[in-house]
């Protein structure tokens, strides 16, 4: 079981996504790396901010780094924040992450348009990372 | 476009959409044209109205009910994010698309209301100025 948020468990995400014949339909014409920051709540066992960054390409993803710096996440084309536990709520499938935006539940940074255009997308995501053996860092 | 009071969540939302499509794809088109008119978007949901005025040089966005709009879309969330995603042809769903004939059916199971859904005119003006297809 992976602990998230970890490297294991991104790693784990990403190898769900590249054999997800559903991803790579819905997001075909993607183009554009995506940010996602895990905020720290330090009372639930995440101390700082992580940053996960995804080069996701036409369906599917070419590369991924953990834990990466500050300056680099924020320059991705599509920065998505929100803290931990809201995170968490997502991938348990309590929370549609479009919704969660509507409600500012979470941020988003960049074209609004293209993520309304792949809401499929975003979707197929959240239901790969709801299956996902997951131990969360409040519950170890 | 003008921002009126504080836009959080869906207004802010719906507010970039139709920002992104005055400054790109409907630039220089007449979208603006015409009367002032209201039109109310309502999450019930959420619980949250949004009111888009479209008027002869701008379109005004707050999040705020309005008693008597000219059109109002009453759904759910989930089904409002669906509305731009659909295929339009005059500003109206495409019927030779599935995404336009899901407006049918979305319409036709109650999940989707529109009060003053004769007004055509001003129906294909906030399809166009929300779709990002």
New interface residues.
């Given amino acids: 079981m992976a602990l998230f948020p970890s490297e294991q468990w991104t790693k784990e995400f990403m190898e769900a996504v590249n054999a997800s014949d559903l991803y790579r339909d819905a997001a075909a014409d993607w183009e554009g790396d995506v940010t996602f920051v895990f905020e720290a709540e330090p009372d639930k066992g995440v101390n700082e901010d992580v940053y996960g960054w995804f080069d996701l390409w036409h369906g599917e993803c070419r590369d991924w780094t953990y834990g990466t710096d500050k300056e680099k996440g924020e320059s991705a084309k599509f920065v998505i924040r929100a803290p931990y536990s809201r995170w968490k709520e997502v991938i348990k499938g309590e929370l549609?992450p479009?919704?969660g935006?509507?409600?500012?539940k979470i941020k988003l940074k960049g074209?609004?348009?293209?993520i309304?255009?792949y809401?499929k997308a975003s979707n197929e995501l959240v239901t790969l990372a709801s299956k996902i053996p997951t131990e969360f860092a409040d519950e170890q | 476009m003008v921002r009126t009071g504080e836009l959080a969540g869906l207004s802010e939302m719906l507010a970039s959409l139709i920002e992104s499509n005055l400054r790109d794809r409907l630039a220089g088109s007449t979208i603006l044209g015409g009367k002032r008119k209201r039109v109310l978007i309502t999450a019930h949901d959420l619980d949250v109205h949004v009111l888009v005025t479209i008027g002869e040089s701008y379109a005004e966005i707050e999040e705020r009910f309005d008693p008597r709009p000219h059109l109002w879309i009453y759904t759910d969330s989930g089904t409002l994010m669906e509305l731009p995603a659909m295929q339009l042809m005059g500003g109206l769903p495409d019927l030779r698309h599935p995404t336009g004939r899901a407006a049918t059916k979305l319409i036709v199971s109650g999940r989707l209301k529109v009060r003053g859904v004769l007004r055509i005119g001003l129906l294909s003006k906030i399809q166009r100025l929300l779709n990002v297809v």
């Fill in positions: 549609d479009v919704k935006m509507m409600q500012s074209d609004m348009p293209t309304v255009r809401v």
